[in-house]
C-alpha cells in the first residue's frame, strides 16, 4: 500500500527511497524510522530549502505555531487515511495534500478538517485562499 502510495509523489521522482526514512534493520522508532517523523523531513526540508518549503520560516508554511500539532509535516502530508484490514488506518506515503475540494468530491478525509472537527469543509477552503505562499488554484 504504501509502495502503491509512493510511486504517484515526487519525491520517489527524484529518488527518494522508503529506506531514505526507514531504516529496515531496525531503530528504536515507530515503523522503524531513522528519526521520528518530523524530525526526518527537517533533515531535506528546512526553511528555504531547495526542496521547499519555500518559507523562510517554518511557522509562515505551516499557518500554525511551531512545535504544535497543527505544524506536524505528517500531520498535513502522511494524514491517516489508507485503510488496511477493518478500520485500521495507516500513513499516506503520497505526501500530498488532500485538500477540503477533494473531502466534498470524494469523500477523503483533509487534514484540516480532521483536526478541526467542529468546522465545515466550506471554511477550511475558504482559510487556504489567505494563505499568502500559496496559489489560490493549488489548494481548491
Ligand atoms: C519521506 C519519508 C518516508 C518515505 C520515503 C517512506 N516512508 Fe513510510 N513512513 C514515514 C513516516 C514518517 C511514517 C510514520 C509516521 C508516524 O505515524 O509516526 C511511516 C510509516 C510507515 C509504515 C507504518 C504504517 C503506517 O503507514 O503508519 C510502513 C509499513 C511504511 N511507512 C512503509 C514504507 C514503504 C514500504 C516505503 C517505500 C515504498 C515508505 N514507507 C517510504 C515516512 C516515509
Ligand atoms: C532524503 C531527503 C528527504 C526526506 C527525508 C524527505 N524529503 Fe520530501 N522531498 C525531497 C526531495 C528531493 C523532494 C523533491 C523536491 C523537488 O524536486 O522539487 C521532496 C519533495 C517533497 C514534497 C513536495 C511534493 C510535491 O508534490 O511537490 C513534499 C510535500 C514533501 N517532500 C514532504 C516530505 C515530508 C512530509 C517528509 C517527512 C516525512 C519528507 N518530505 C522527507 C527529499 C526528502
Ligand atoms: C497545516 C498544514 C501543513 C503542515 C503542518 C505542513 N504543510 Fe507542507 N504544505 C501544505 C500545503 C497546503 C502545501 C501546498 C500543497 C500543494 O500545492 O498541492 C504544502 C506544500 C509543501 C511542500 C511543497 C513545496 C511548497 O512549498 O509548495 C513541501 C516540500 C512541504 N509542504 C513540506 C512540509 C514539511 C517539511 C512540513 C513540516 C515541517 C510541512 N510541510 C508541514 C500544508 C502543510
Known amino acids: 500500500m504504501q509502495g502503491n502510495d509512493f510511486v504517484q509523489s515526487v519525491m520517489c521522482r527524484r529518488g ?32 528555504l530549502s531547495l526542496n521547499g518549503p519555500r518559507t523562510g520560516t517554518i511557522e509562515e508554511h505551516t499557518h500554525h505555531k511551531e512545535g504544535s500539532a497543527g505544524s506536524s509535516c505528517i500531520a498535513c502530508h502522511m494524514p491517516q487515511i489508507e485503510t488496511t484490514i477493518a478500520d485500521v488506518k495507516v500513513r499516506a506515503h503520497t505526501f500530498a495534500f488532500i485538500t477540503p475540494a477533494m473531502t466534498d468530491k470524494y469523500k477523503i ?21 489567505h494563505w499568502p505562499e500559496r496559489s489560490p488554484w493549488r489548494v481548491e
Open 16 to 47: 527518494v527511497t522508503c529506506f531514505s526514512c526507514h531504516d529496515v534493520h531496525g531503530t528504536d522508532n515507530y515503523a522503524q524510522l531513522r528519526k521520528p517523523g518530523d524530525q526526518l523531513c527537517l533533515d531535506c526540508h528546512g526553511p
Open 109 to 129: 478525509p483533509n487534514p484540516g478538517t480532521t483536526c478541526h472537527s467542529d468546522k465545515t469543509t466550506a471554511w477550511a477552503a475558504e482559510s487556504l485562499q
